[in-house]
């Protein structure tokens, strides 16, 4: 089932500045420091991190969403695909199921566990039950946990910019991605204070203003606090919780 924690102290297996080859917190969590910065617990991709760097989440499997179903009563906790997939063991643990279309439509549930599957169908067990009984009508889409795997912006992005790496971590090792408050980031381009940045189309990892000051289809991280020039690293307030 579904824990859900309020904002008091909590105890911290592993420290900020801290890379792990084993997960000592679950992927995602958040913790904040008692100066007021925030972060999200994660794993790294197949590439190393990078310090000061725009991290995203795994880039979408398309052929994971849109699936058909068969019918689930409410209060049960499975999910059966009638659309085939091809899915490693627990690829998709501790991500999400979207009810996307049709009866249930509106609700989302962690998903707990799953076989592996090779343009098969697959049964994913939840975990929560679910609440509204689905149908052979509804649709479903399958999302990671957008803090496994993630990997740095890249300039086309192919997920959404989840956090800044504090320190270098190994891939598939697991760490803290800063989310919230003043940190250390690249800057690509002059940056002006208090102008607000986005991922950087241009350089991986990196933050930029728009040239303008018109809004731009880049995801907005953050705001400038102090000006810096271009492949400096710059001390940004991160607003991503």
Request: negative net charge; proline residues 3%.
């Amino acid at each position: 089932m579904t824990q859900l924690t309020g904002t008091g102290p909590q105890v911290v297996s592993q420290g900020l500045f801290e890379e792990k080859e084993s997960a000592l917190h679950n992927v995602g969590e958040f913790i904040r420091s008692n100066d007021g910065r925030s972060y999200r617990y994660c794993k790294a991709g197949g590439t190393a991190l990078a310090a000061g760097k725009l991290q995203q989440g795994v880039a979408e499997d398309t052929g994971d969403a849109n699936l058909a179903i068969a019918a689930s009563a409410a209060d049960t906790n499975t999910i059966t695909t009638t659309s085939t997939v091809t899915v490693t063991a627990n690829q998709y643990a501790n991500g999400f199921v979207v009810i996307a279309d049709d009866a249930g439509e509106g609700f989302i549930y962690a998903i707990d566990s799953h076989p592996a599957a090779t343009a098969a169908v697959v049964t994913l067990t939840l975990k929560d039950n679910i609440q509204v009984a689905l149908t052979t009508s509804t649709t479903i889409d399958l999302i990671s946990n957008p803090y496994d795997g993630v990997i740095i912006c890249p300039t086309t992005l192919t997920s959404t910019p989840r956090g800044v790496a504090v320190t270098a971590m190994t891939a598939a090792y697991y760490g803290w991605l800063q989310v919230g408050g003043p940190a250390s980031v690249l800057a690509d381009g002059t940056l002006t204070i208090g102008l607000d940045v986005v991922a950087s189309d241009n350089t991986a990892g990196a933050v930029e203003v728009t040239a303008d000051g018109a809004p731009e289809q880049l995801p907005k991280v953050g705001r400038v606090l102090a000006a810096s020039s271009s492949t400096e690293y710059a001390a940004i307030d991160l607003m991503m919780v």
